[in-house]
């Protein structure tokens, strides 16, 4: 039986406290939600960034408290009623009910889906030791242990793998990385932006392996035994921490039964809007269509979470003819940043197969297209903001492949 009150049966449930639901919920607010907001967030404590947890407040930079969200008194300021340390565990689009961990059922008129996404966990199940780094928690624990010192195995150069490990060296640790592909970050940026990020990390003393396969990690007399094959033969390093960023999963477990499309993801329109009526969904958890490029992707990055949070507001009270509420479309150049060491790593856009680097007066600059002939799709930026800006309009314009050439020759 439900335990909520009748007063709260009206009103929008946002599920999960981070990015994409505080802009979810600053967007509702602003586009004239006057009825009851609840945030349900599984974490306890106030909704928090994640960005600096793999880079300042993993090297003791910036306190808890100083990467927290909402500013001060602004939930209370929005109305929001925030359910901390509550997980969501099923939904009932049909009833227009969320079930929560203590069985507690709310009642909804409109509801978003931002549960974000949980760390991909080794595959070895002889080994446990491995710390992950998704919440405050993971960070702390990670932190702990860096502080002993001594030398750290990071699994995987994605962007958090090496900003643990650029985090680390800072620390002073000594640190190895492992990874299965030819070079950091190939799979994402190609060879040419890989090799350049590959540089930072040698130029810092890391001991960077790729090609890596048939990882084995053990306990040996107290410190953690990895071996692996590469091209070359056998290898090994022993490590006092090791840390695996080996990607994410979209967190749509508890989505199970609703009949909510979930293709790697919560699918999702360019407004936000899922295959259920009256539920939305933002952020990592979700696939949106971006309205720009006419594809359909998960992103994992800040800006998409913010973007899309203020969008599936906007729709949510638009879409129940809020007064003054207005329809509106995620039409965007996605975009992330990377900070390893004093390097910063922007990307905007998409790659492609086709690539060409130029160097600049600061850093290097990659343009891709998907064919020769197709329009511009991403730009990578090492060290030059200025031109990831402009290449970023370039994006946006479509801009040819020969323009983006003679562009690139400028910079
Ligand atoms: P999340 O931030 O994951 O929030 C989802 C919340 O939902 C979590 O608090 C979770 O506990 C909660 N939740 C999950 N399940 C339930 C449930 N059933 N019921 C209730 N609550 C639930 N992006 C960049 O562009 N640049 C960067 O430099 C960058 N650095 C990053 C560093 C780290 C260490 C990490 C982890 C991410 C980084 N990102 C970066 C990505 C960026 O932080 C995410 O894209 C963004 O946080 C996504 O926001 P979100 O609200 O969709 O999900």
Known sequence: MSRVSAAERRGAVLVGGGLAAIAAAR??????????????????????????????????????????????????ELEVRLLAGRRAIAL???????????????????????????ARRLADPGFAGAHYLRT???????ARALRRGGRLTVIGAGFIGLEVAASARSLGLEVSVLESAPGPLTRVLGADAGAAIAGLHRARGVELRCGVRELEL????????????TQDGPDETMADTVV???????????????GIEVDDGVVCDAGGRTSSAGVYAAGDVSRWANALTG?????????AALEQGSVA??????????????VRQWASVPYFWSDQYEHKVQFCGSTGPISLSAATVRGVVTCYAPAADAPLSGVLALDSPAALGAGRRLVAQR?????????????
Do not use: C, F
Request: glycine fraction near 8%.
């Open 313 to 326: 507001g906007a729709n949510m009270a638009a879409d129940l003819e809020v007064a003054g509420a207005s």
């Open 218 to 229: 053990a306990v040996d007399r107290g410190r953690i035994r990895a071996r692996w094959r």
């Open 399 to 411: 801009a040819s492949w020969d323009e983006a050439r003679a562009w690139l020759g400028e910079w």
């Open 244 to 258: 695996a960023g080996i990607g994410a999963e979209p967190r749509v477990g508890w989505l199970s039964g609703s």
């Open 295 to 303: 594809s359909t992707h998960r992103v994992e990055q800040w800006q």
């Open 92 to 118: 009932d689009p049909a009833r227009y009910t969320v079930t929560l961990d203590d069985r507690t059922r709310l009642n909804y008129e409109t509801l978003l889906i931002a549960t974000g996404a949980a």
């Open 27 to 76: 967007s509702l607010r602003a586009n004239g939600w006057d009825r009851p907001i609840t945030l349900v967030a599984a974490e306890r404590g106030a909704p928090y960034d994640r960005p600096p947890l793999s880079k300042q407040y993993l090297t003791g930079h910036v306190r808890a408290d100083e990467i927290e969200l909402a500013r001060s008194g602004e939930l209370a």
């Open 136 to 142: 405050l928690h993971d960070a702390d624990s990670l």
